[in-house]
């Protein structure tokens, strides 16, 4: 399987020259080089006897049938947009070896319908909403989404006319019941698979979010005829609540807070900061304790303020539930490591996916690989030969695993 992780991760670097603009990859959601990428996949699909179209979200999707076979189909794909200056492997890596599974799947005659979806879009960076792509697809596109203007001023409904395609039949872009399960296939986007020089892992499950804006008001003033003592800097208690945010986090297994925007006013260097509004993104698996560890820093923030004279308002921007990865597919995955025999381990994720979305309307696993150096959404953002090729052996002992359980 060396020839074809090799071949692969050319592919991969291929399409990353499908790009909006010259000399970096940005791919957003039915631009002009999404019609090159789909041509590419389409005919690789079409070379391994796949029916291929495009739905009215823009998602590539491609059915390989073996003959005199019926049943519940698998679908396996990821997202092939990008966000700016990307790397080339979030996501297309994903579709790639999707498609190179079909390929082991006609290898070992598995009887069990596939379908590849290379998804519209993943990263909400077109028009400021995530997921359009697998939304679709799992049967909860918000209609209203289609008046959401980018920033050129191109409704998200002309994008998709502009396309090719009818954005009154995305309705029709949704699963039957005639699915078996989805899986997808990811980089890390992040350090910990390195840091214990593993190649791969079994995803359990995506991680809650929760972001708030918090708006710290104190009183401007002069910055070299006001008393330390007589100060109300809202900067100062930001700053202090800061702190506390990152002990909290380090305290709590698993949990990760972050503040990371922050705008001050008036923003001069000699006043005395009036008001300070800072974000906050805190994530763990288990939601109890993401939402036990968001009430304790508000907490303490309200304590900060007081004490030093301000004003403390929070605002609630985004409440995910942490969704859990099918246990049945997940204990085929961590299977199928094991038959591969590379070592076997579960981690959460602590970005979204598609496959949080899909989730929600088919039974959904993940396999996560390496990113070396941790580095993701960056032009840095690359992958191992021989990980690829570990995702490639397992696969094949997944859908071996697959076809027993249908030959019984």
């Known amino acids: 399987m060396k020839a074809q992780a090799q071949r692969a991760i050319a592919e991969c670097r291929l399409i990353a020259t499908m790009s909006e603009e010259q000399g970096c990859t940005t791919r957003r959601f039915l631009t002009p080089p999404m019609h090159l990428v789909h041509a590419h996949l389409s005919a690789r699909m079409a070379a391994l006897g796949m029916k291929v179209n495009v739905d009215a979200a823009g998602n590539l999707r491609g059915r390989w049938q073996p003959a005199g076979v019926r049943g519940k189909r698998m679908i396996l794909g990821s ?11 979030d996501g297309v890596l994903g579709v790639v070896l999707a498609l190179v599974w079909v390929e082991i799947a006609r290898e070992i005659e598995l009887p069990q319908p596939i379908e590849v979806i290379a998804f519209s879009e993943e990263e909400g960076v077109r028009y400021g909403v995530p997921f359009l792509g697998s939304r679709a697809v799992a049967g909860c596109f918000d209609q209203t989404m289609l008046a959401s203007l980018d920033v050129d001023g191109v409704h998200m409904d002309d994008a998709i006319r502009g396309f090719g395609l009818d954005p009154a039949k995305i309705g029709e872009s949704a ?22 020089n593993l190649p791969l892992a079994v995803v359990e499950g995506i991680v809650g979010q929760s972001r708030l804006g918090l708006q710290f008001t104190g009183q401007a003033n002069h910055a070299g005829t006001t008393p330390m003592h007589l100060r109300h800097d809202a900067l100062a208690a930001a700053a202090e609540w800061i702190v506390q945010v990152e002990s909290t986090a380090c305290k709590t297994e698993g949990l990760v807070a972050t503040v990371g925007k922050i705008s001050v006013e008036p923003n001069a260097g000699n006043v005395i900061p009036a008001c300070a509004h800072v974000s906050l993104d805190v994530r763990h698996a288990q939601d109890a304790i993401r939402q036990s560890a968001v009430r304790e820093l508000l907490t303490m923030a309200a304590i900060i303020a007081k004490r030093r004279g301000i004003a403390f308002q929070p605002s609630v921007q985004l409440d995910q539930p942490s969704v859990p990865m099918d246990a049945q597919l997940t204990a085929l995955l961590a299977e199928a490591v094991a038959a591969a025999s590379f070592p076997l381990k579960t981690i959460p994720s602590g970005a979204g996916h598609d496959a949080m979305v899909m ?5 959904t696993g993940m396999l996560f690989l390496r990113s070396p150096g941790g580095i993701s959404h960056h032009p840095d953002e690359t992958v191992l030969e021989a990980d690829v090729e570990a995702a490639l052996h397992v696969g094949r002992e997944f859908l071996l695993l697959r076809r027993t359980a249908q030959l019984r």
Not at 79 to 89: K, R, S
Not at 177 to 189: A, L, N, S, T
């Open 359 to 363: 989730a929600t309307k088919v039974p």
């Open 175 to 196: 699963l039957d019941d005639d699915v078996w399960g989805f899986v997808e296939i990811h980089i890390e986007q992040g350090p910990a698979l390195e840091a214990e």
């Open 79 to 89: 997202h092939i947009d990008t966000v700016p200056n990307a790397g080339a492997f």
